[in-house]
């Protein structure tokens, strides 16, 4: 009888390619050089920490770190020990972090250096013990006497285990890792990856490039942020090098890119833009990269052509999926002969969904419209998670079933499309009021929820705003209904519940919102004035408060 073949995890391929290639350069951070046995070497130590302290029945870590050498062992670490990763970004707002950290119900927090300056106010709001693991602090006395709630491990505690296994025994719809995404009720919204959904990209990805253990590939996501995934897992997956680029370097990566003789690039499309404002996208520049891939964002061709220019030699795709069905889950590649036309309003298409996944394009009544007619994306196979984290309600609103799909459950994007006679889908816009800000998915809704409670305002609307090639690099405000407002005061809130992102970069206070023939908010009016470039001169000392008289 053929035995059944065992189910590989996320962190298998891994494993394989410290067999095969040990002494191989698998991450350079920081200015150094880890090998894979080194590699594996810091994540067993920690990985033993957490089967040694496993006290709860949470199958989830929480990691407080920002792409340093701490952050890549102790994602392996916590994967190799059979737990799913929860990753906390050091840069966003404590009371922010604190939220996912509640929601999350971990037990256990790993923090690097990164996250010290955070960890102190974290730790006394957090009203559960945990047990905080501190592999770059070797003595944690200090902490322990002031948060005797929680229980400290610093590295004196953290012995080499040579012998520890890699090889948990982990369950295809275990979570390999759980990021939380903004949320239109003000809160942190929860999205679950299964080790079945990560594994089916791995595998999809792995086949459509030709990859292996000399390519040296990009790693500029924040963790927080899906396409990290890719960055890790399909590079170790081949035994392949990760180079961690440094933040100054994170929008303006052409001396990175060359210096490290990167073969495989993957950000989102607004890096093409900065580069070409500084003028460093010179035809040719980047002779070393084969594939180049875009996602997080709409691609603009004229981005793309320009990319093509300078990375001659290069594959270029552009790579499209929300965070719920796992990284990307369809991808067009650009041709220099033919895309620009197959453009539509000067976007490149997301293409055509991965081989084993599924789409249907639907009315407001979820029936799937004809080719050319636009509608709301719906996505369904393996690489789409079940639902959100602890949200039922929201769950069935996102997850649901089609006429004539029969019982499978479709999870609704809220992207609108149109899929051409050849299926190729183009990206039109959105249902809600959902964006992307650097690359970012933001609920402007939560942006708005802050600003209320900020300014004690029941009207608010925000605006993703300035808005170049399908990209938005900021965020603005209007509000009504309040007499004056103190700018300094506002954006220290914002600044203290929403990553620096998001925060208003403008408030414009209005006598009245302007409405449109249904006696709603007129948003395009707003964006209008915004294009017009017709506001009037700032009142105010800060030129962030502006006041606003309709006429």
Known sequence: MTQPTPFRSLIDGFVESVNRFPAREALVVDGECLSYIALQGLAAKIAFVIRRHEHDASSLVALLAHRSKTAYASILGILGAGKGYVPLN?????????????????????????????????????????TVILPDLVDASGLTSGFPQHRFVASKEMADNDSFSFRPEVSPSGIAYLLFTSGSTGQP???????????SYLQYVCDRYDLDETDRFSQEFDLTFDLSVHDMFVCWERGACLFSVPETSVMAPAKFIREHRLTMWFSVPSVIGVLARMRLLRPGCFPSLRYSLFCGEPLASSYAQLWQEAAPNSIVENLYGPTETTIAIS????????????????????????????????????KAVSAGVPGELCLCGSQVTTGYWNEP????????????????????????V?????????????????VKIR???????????????????????????????????GVVAFVSGVDALDHDQVSAYCGKVLPGYMVPRKIYLCDEM????????DRSRLVSILESEELPAPIAAKDEFIKITWS
Not at 336 to 365: H, L, M, R
Request: overall charge neutral; proline content about 5%; aromatic content about 6%.
């Open 90 to 130: 050091p840069k966003f707002p404590v009371e922010r972090t604190r939220r996912m950290l509640d929601l999350s119900g971990c037990g256990m927090l790993i923090a690097g250096t990164e996250g010290f300056q955070h960890l102190p106010k974290l730790l006394i709001e957090v009203n559960r013990p945990l």
């Open 189 to 199: 919204k929860g999205v679950p990856i299964a080790q079945s959904n990560v594994r």
């Open 331 to 366: 991808n067009y590649r650009w041709n220099k002969t033919g895309s620009s036309e197959e453009s539509v309003n000067g976007i490149v298409p997301i293409g055509w969904i991965f081989d084993g996944q599924e789409c249907s394009v639907i009315d407001a009544d979820r």
């Open 393 to 416: 309600r929201k769950t069935q609103e996102q997850f649901v079933r089609l006429p004539a799909a029969g019982e499978r459950i479709w999870y609704r994007t809220g992207d609108i």
């Open 418 to 434: 149109q899929q051409d006679t050849n299926g190729c889908l183009h990206y039109l816009g959105r249902v809600d009021h959902q």
């Open 439 to 473: 690359g970012y998915r933001v609920e402007l809704q939560e942006i708005e929820a802050a600003l209320r409670r900020a300014c004690g305002a029941a009207q608010v609307v925000s605006i993703a705003w300035p808005v170049e090639n399908g990209t938005a690099d």
């Open 514 to 521: 302007p409405l449109n023939a249904n006696g709603k908010i």
